[in-house]
């Protein structure tokens, strides 16, 4: 029993080195627009770059950035530079294929691909991906005729300034935002940019309806005082507006927050309005939920962004980046940010060649006490333990089982562990300890400290 | 040394408990006398055989101070780390044992305040509960 405060520090012994070597080659999977500037950064940086798209072709991809590059300068600038040069050699295009597993780990992933009804095996050191989010109209509005903004977008005359069926220009369009989700910028930045063009080229009355004016993007700042200067309403709400009529001669009903205090607000009435937008819920696509289960990457609502928002593009796992809506719904000019910095974080852990790891902060099972419960598989982060099942008997052997025989436990992978110990602190059997750092130094400091 | 002066072991997450805990000694704050500090690679790795070990060695209490929700480098670490702590709660309160006597104190990085405050509170309730 001794007096005073007693630390135990987390034993810092010299690394023990091991060399792996990486063969630089990426897969870019997905079929949003930033799959074709993730691909043309990577392959600049000198990688073997293969892109697996479900499109006829490049342009199929690059299709929703179509209206955005005839509005808006710095949209187009990028546009163009990315679909000048695409044809290099690096650059291998798998064209209407989907990629329905990944298996594997940092350095040695295995895509299974369906192309044309028929399966293909691509092997990827890393691997970038972005995916679509899939639209749906939020629930206040669902079922009525309004329109979502992707849906707008889509089936806009750019040239005409005509939406739909019709041949005459809008006259009067409101949008009306941040109905469900209050911190996207994409649909700020959309509605103000889009707005702007259809009062300067068309004369229609545009009115904003949001809960924030989000200014926190490229350029955005200029853009919302050059579009409240061509003479767009800006109105904030706090209360859900109410939407009436059909469409056609649709009006909104809601309270105005942001003319006077809080406590008054005024009561406007839009009315004769042609066409309302309502921002829409991004949900991720099926394909995507599906590939970040199989690579167990943490995601919030199916999105990476939220978990990890001071590093771009990285995910839980190594090895693996992310881009699009896979990311967070972003804008075109800053989903590209995210895109080059996702492919400079996947040149991080491809690019060099050789990499050196220390084998000596990591996790290790001992064989003779495993009794491959899976736990261990289930807990860790890194995805680092694997068991895999041999045969059609029901006997699982490890990925590096030894010659000639069976050795039925989990097997920590060196390259990936970070020694985090969460597995060793959940095994049932106790079979896993932490190289530097075994129980025994803990147990001893209790029992001489306290 | 009874309540006056309890014995608390303090498992310390190496991302946010041991900065926290560096922070608070070059304050120069007030840390109980009795604290033992524990490094541990993640809060997660505060095992039931520790904690268990640490009472049965006589500690007064046991904190297991990590990451906030959301915060955790290996994801989801802070959050086994709490459900295991409740867990235990719910053990020592069939053994007849004050469940107190083990907390779970997500703490940030550099609030050395916040680590110094959460031993003294937890002092507190010790001595309230004898």
Redesign the interface.
Known sequence: MS????????PVEPPEIQEITIAPEVAVVGDHPVCVAMADALSTMGLAVTLIHPYESLEGLMDPLRVLVEVDESVAEKYASLTKDLTRPSIKVVGRATVEGIEGQWGDFRLSVLKDASRMEVKASGIAMAFQGISKLPDAYDGMDVIGLSQFFSQLDIHKGCYGQKSESIRKIAFVLDVEQRDEKWASATAFTLGRYLKENFGTEVYILCQDVKVSLDGMEKGYRRAREAGILVFKYEDLPVVEGTAGSWTIRFRDSSAVSKESPWEIALEGLDVVVVQERLRPSENQRNLLTQLRI?SEGGFVGP?NPQFLGRT?KKGVVVGGDTWYPEYPTEGWMTAQAAAEELYQWVGKGSYQIDVHRVAEVDPSKCATCLTCYR?C?HDSIRIERYGMRNVYITTGAREGGTWEAARVKVATC?????C???CPA?AIQ?IY?P?VE??E???K?? | MGSENP?I?AFCC?ESGMPA?EHALSLGLE????????????G???????IM??LD???DAVMVFACYE?NC?????NI?AEK?VNYLKGRLEKLGLSPEKIVFCPVAPANGVRFAELLQQEIEVLRKGT
Request: proline content about 4%; some cysteine; aromatic content about 8%.
């Open positions: 007096v005073g405060q007693s630390v135990l520090r987390i943490s978990n839980s807990i982060p970070d020694g985090c110990g969460l060793a602190s959940e106790k932490l750092y129980d803990v147990l400091f209790l029992e400290n306290v | 014995k072991v190496e805990y840390l109980p006398e009795g604290l033992r500090v524990i490094a541990i690679p993640c997660g790795k505060a095992e039931t055989g520790y070990k640490a060695e006589g500690a959301g480098k290996y994801v989801r670490g086994r295991r």
